[in-house]
């Protein structure tokens, strides 16, 4: 069982930045696609970014690309999501998730096996 606890997430102005943190309890690390996703209140849970398993390539969303910045460090067993130019509609549960599998579906909550409990990010207008 992987458990992946989340920290970082905050009350910021739009416009400003936040670094949120993922940590895992497994090793090997690499071994798992690591991914952000996000929930807004009352939609659904939409995926933000992932790093695919051993090839350490990212694929971001369309509306953070150019803003959002995910990282991983093998060492640590942790990834990180470094947010800026954050706006209003960011605004939302953030939460990391992980499986073994590699790229297929990287976009889709589906794919997951293993989630965080979530970190909220609030960007006030």
């Known amino acids: 069982q992987v458990q992946l606890v989340e920290s970082g997430g905050g009350l910021v102005q739009a416009g400003g930045s936040l670094t949120l943190s993922c940590a895992a309890s497994?090793?090997?690390?690499?071994?798992?696609?690591m991914s952000w996703l996000r929930q807004a209140p009352g939609k659904e849970r939409n995926f933000v970014a992932a790093?695919?398993?051993?090839?350490?390539?990212?694929y971001y969303a369309d509306s953070v690309k150019g803003r959002f910045i995910m990282s991983r460090d093998n060492a640590k067993n942790t990834v990180y999501l470094k947010m800026t130019s954050l706006k209003p509609e960011d605004t939302a549960v953030y939460y990391c998730?992980?499986?073994?599998?590699?790229?297929?579906?990287?976009?889709?909550?589906?794919?997951?096996?293993?989630w965080g409990q979530g970190t909220q990010v609030t960007v006030s207008s």
């Open positions: 998730a992980a499986d073994l599998s590699g790229a297929s579906d990287y976009y889709s909550q589906n794919k997951y096996d293993f």
């Open positions: 497994t090793r090997p690390f690499n071994f798992y696609t």
């Open positions: 790093t695919i398993r051993r090839t350490g390539t990212i």
